[in-house]
Each structure stands twice: as C-alpha cells, then as structure tokens.
C-alpha cells in the first residue's frame, strides 16, 4: 500500500514538474494581463443559471444589487489580501506550497478530490448546455424539481454533448483555450444583449425612468417560486463571496497570483467579479423574469437573444467544462498507473456526461458551488495557518517535510474534524463556511502548537 | 489590414451590443434585433480569430 501511494505521488509530481520552481523575476507579469484574466474567466455557462435563481429564490431588487456589491467586494479582498500575498511571497503554486505541509499523500488526495469535484461542475455545465440544443429542436427539458431524467431525449442530447465535449477536450486543449478567449467579450455581450431585448417586454421605458419599479414589481420582487426558499441580502452577499471560495480562501489562485509583481494585483479580480458576477447574474435575472420564471437556460437564452443567445449557453457550457475536464484528466492520470492520459480524460469525460444526465446538478447548482467550496475551503485554513500564525508563534514550517509525514496527522484531522463541524452546525449551507474556516485556523494552529509541546 | 481587423471584429462587437437598445428603442422589431446579433456574431467569430492569429504572428 505504501508502494502504491509514493508511486501515485511520484507520478503526479512528475505531472507539476514544470512548476516545481518559484516563477522567476523575469516572468512576471503585468498587472493588466491580470484584469483580462480575470475578466475572461467569470463570464460563463454558470452565470446563465445562478442569476436566474436568484430571481426564483424571491430576491427583492435592493437585496440583490447590495449583496452583489458587497459580497463581490469581500470576494476581491479575499483574493488582494488573502491569496495573492501568500502567493507573491512563495511564488509557488498551491500544490507545491502544500506538499511540505500536508505531506505528499495528502496532496495527491487533494488533488484527485479538487478533480473529482471539478467533474461535477463539468456535469452541471454540459446540462446547461444540453438546454439550450433540447429548446432549439423543441425537446422536453427537465421540470425545476427534478433529480432523475425524465426523458430519453434529453439522455440522448446530454450523453452526446459531453460526448463531444469530451472529443474536443482529449483533441486539443491549447486551440480550444485560444478559442475560449474570443468567446469571452462575445458572451458579456449576448448577457446584455439579451437582458436589454427584453426591456420592452417587462413594460421598461426606453428612458430608464421606470426601471427599478419594473425591478421591484416583476423581476426581483421577493416573492419566491413555489418549492423555492426565499433568500435575503445575506444570502446573495455570502453566495457572492463564496462562489469562488476555493480560488480566493482555498487559494487555488496562487497559480495565478505567483505571477504578480504586488499581492496589489487581486484587486484586479474586480474586473472579472463586478461584470461576471453583478452584471451577468443581473442580466441573467432579468431576462429569466421575461420568460416567467422558466428554469431553463437554454430557453431564456434563446426566447431573449434569439439563436446567438442559444449558441451562447452552449459555447458558454462548452469553454467551461472543456479546461476542467483537462485538468480532471491530469489529475486523475496521477493515481492510474501508466494510463495515457487521453484515456483518463476519456473516462473522466464520460463519467461527467453521465452526470450531466441527472438535471439535479444543475438544478441545485447554488448548493453544489457551496458545498464545493466547503469541502476545499479547511486546506486554506490551514495554509493561512502555516504562512502567517504558526511562524510568529514560534512553531517550525512545513511540518510534514520535517518530520517525513506522507500525511500530515494534524491537517487531516482537522480536515474531517471542519467538515463534520460544518455539517452539524445549525446555520444555512451559505453561511456554514465562515464559522467553519475560523474553527479550522483555531484547531489546527491549537494542534500544531500541542503537538510541538509534547514533542518537547 | 493590420487595422482593419481589429477595427472590423470591435465594429461587429459593438453592433451586436446596439441591436437591443435599437430594438428597445423601436428601430429594430425584435426579430431583426435577434437576427442583427446572429449576424453580429457570427462576424466576430470570424473576425476575431483572424485578428488574434495576425496579432500572434507578428514578432
């Protein structure tokens, strides 16, 4: 057994090789390549459904616009002042500032969870997209409650899209990204596009007059849809801050961020947040109240932009799940033994597409960003820890390396331990992560600290 | 050339990005507004990439 682990965790350094190293001076980067990283990635398939949700949930209009500034602000400072300093200081990536940490095993399990997960966003994505081929050929898509599929045509159009995207993500990885970077521009403007065409239909004057009491009476009204809890201005500012909980607390952008000349540079993360996520869920709301309240992207997209808007949510699907279905099979290529990796992507690939089959991953895509930020979010804690507590309490860094742990004891415990806490904590999903990432920093610093005492 | 494509594919962009409010403001009826930015788009797919390959070419 011990064999096995240290040749999966073999494999899957040989797989991160090339970053092994901290990025050079020479290769930093500017600090506007970062505003349009930033504002390429937060415009996606997932923005069709989480704004529209909103809408379903019984949002009233003031909720939404203050918990979207403030929550995509707490996101921002998140990223300036929790990732990117540790980042800028190591200018490693997540995976080698862990491994001396956690030890090399637990790594590798963290690596091959983060994929495991990722795979399910994939799910959700193709789903997302399989609406909007269903609505075009006026095929049945599944009814807002729905966990199991309810017709063979949406198995059929669902299977083969991921399928395809499958094909394309095992074909060519480098062309399709350059291609994503065209859609990105595209895609803001179909949101708009789409929210704007259908300003008449809602009864708003061409002079903007009557805009927020159309918001107020017909579009974020706060009356939820029936099945739906309703969801106040904590809900949406926690859900902002959260949704991308893993990059900015779980600091999975210390990828991104070992480039930068100045931890300054997550500020940047505003040009992706304020249009992906205020202005893209707020088009997606409007238009998804045009359509009275239909949960199918596929269909807002296409009865508010016409076709462009439907090749919009399958593009939109199709450029998001295509990098995590790759990243899914580097991962996963770790722990299967000398398999090529068109192989393990192949596989990946069509576990997600038969995922995709079952509409509740989308439908519950709010609680699946959650959880999935949730069960990432204790490693962050415990970086956070190791960076910037345990060294100023005197207690020696990269525990793991010193004492040749494969699995650091300490972090896994408080890894389950944070998870098994969240669970029982009597607070709303959204809500649960703050407390929990508080109670893990506390543990695992109180942990390390015993541990080195009775050492002593 | 080298001006003419960036020029091309942001006019094709910014097109697409007027057909609602041209709609919104009764110029366009709402099947032309879809139809202007099926046009628009499918003019920067074409557009853009060429763009971005000349971009990539030049030294």
């Known amino acids: 057994m011990a064999a096995e682990v240290t040749e999966i965790v073999s494999q899957m350094d040989r797989l991160y090789e090339y970053d092994r190293e901290p990025v050079a001076e020479s290769k930093l980067q500017s600090s506007g390549r970062f505003a349009g990283l930033f504002a390429g990635e937060h415009v996606a398939a997932t923005e069709f459904v989480i704004g529209a949700f909103f809408v379903l949930h019984g949002v009233r209009a003031a909720d939404l616009f203050l918990g979207l500034l403030m929550g995509n602000a707490l996101a921002v400072l998140s990223w300036t002042f929790v990732c990117a300093p540790i980042a800028v200081r190591t200018r490693l990536t997540l995976y080698w500032y862990l491994r001396p940490i956690l030890g090399p095993g637990l790594t590798a399990a963290y690596n091959v969870l983060n994929a495991l997960l990722f795979c399910v966003l994939a799910g959700a994505m193709i789903s997302v997209s399989s609406t909007a081929v269903c609505s075009v050929a006026g095929l049945a898509t599944p009814a807002p409650t729905d966990v199991w599929p309810a017709s063979l045509s949406w198995i ?17 990885f480098e062309g399709l990204s350059r291609f994503a970077s065209v859609c990105s521009p595209w895609l803001f ?50 859900f902002a801050w959260f ?189 649960k992560w703050l407390p929990g990432y508080l109670a893990a920093t506390a543990a695992y610093c109180g942990l390390r600290l015993l541990e080195r005492r009775t050492r002593a | 050339m080298s001006r003419l494509l960036p020029a091309a594919s942001l006019a094709s962009l910014s097109a697409g990005l007027a057909s609602p409010f041209l709609h919104w403001h009764g110029v366009l009826s709402e099947d032309g507004f879809k139809q202007m930015l099926l046009v628009c788009s499918l003019a920067w797919f074409v557009l853009a990439p060429l763009w971005i390959a000349r971009r990539q070419r030049q030294p």
């Open chain 1, 243 to 431: 949704a991308n909980l893993a990059m900015h607390i779980g600091l999975s952008d210390m990828a991104l961020f070992r480039y930068a000349r100045s931890w300054k540079y997550g500020l940047w993360s505003a040009c992706g947040m304020y249009p992906g996520h205020m202005l893209a869920w707020i088009c997606s709301g409007i238009m998804m109240a045009a359509i009275n309240r239909e949960v199918n992207p596929g269909l807002m997209a296409y009865a508010c932009a016409g076709l462009a808007g439907a090749i919009a949510v399958m593009i939109a699907g199709w450029t998001t799940a295509n990098p995590t279905l790759y990243r899914a099979g580097l991962a996963l290529q770790s722990v299967t033994r000398n398999t090529p990796r068109w192989k393990v992507t192949a596989a990946a690939g069509l576990a997600t597409a038969a995922i995709a089959c079952f509409p509740v991953v989308f439908l519950k895509l709010l609680d699946y960003v959650a959880i999935y930020g949730l069960t990432l979010m204790p490693v962050g804690a415990i970086a956070f820890a190791e960076h910037w507590i345990l060294p100023r309490l005197g207690a020696e860094p990269e525990p793991a390396r010193r004492r040749g742990w494969m699995v650091n004891p300490l972090a896994l415990a408080v890894w389950a331990g944070t998870l098994l806490f969240c669970y029982w904590l009597p607070l709303h999903l959204f809500f």
């Open chain 1, 189 to 238: 403007v179909i949101f708009v596009a789409g929210a704007v065409g259908v300003m008449p239909r809602l009864g708003v004057n061409p002079d903007f007059g009557n805009f927020w009491h159309v918001a107020e009476t017909r579009i974020w009204n706060g009356i939820p849809s029936p099945g739906q809890e309703p969801f106040g201005v904590w809900h949406i500012v926690f």
């Open chain 1, 156 to 172: 059929v159009v669902t299977f083969t899209i991921g399928v395809l995207f499958t094909v394309l993500a095992i074909l060519g």
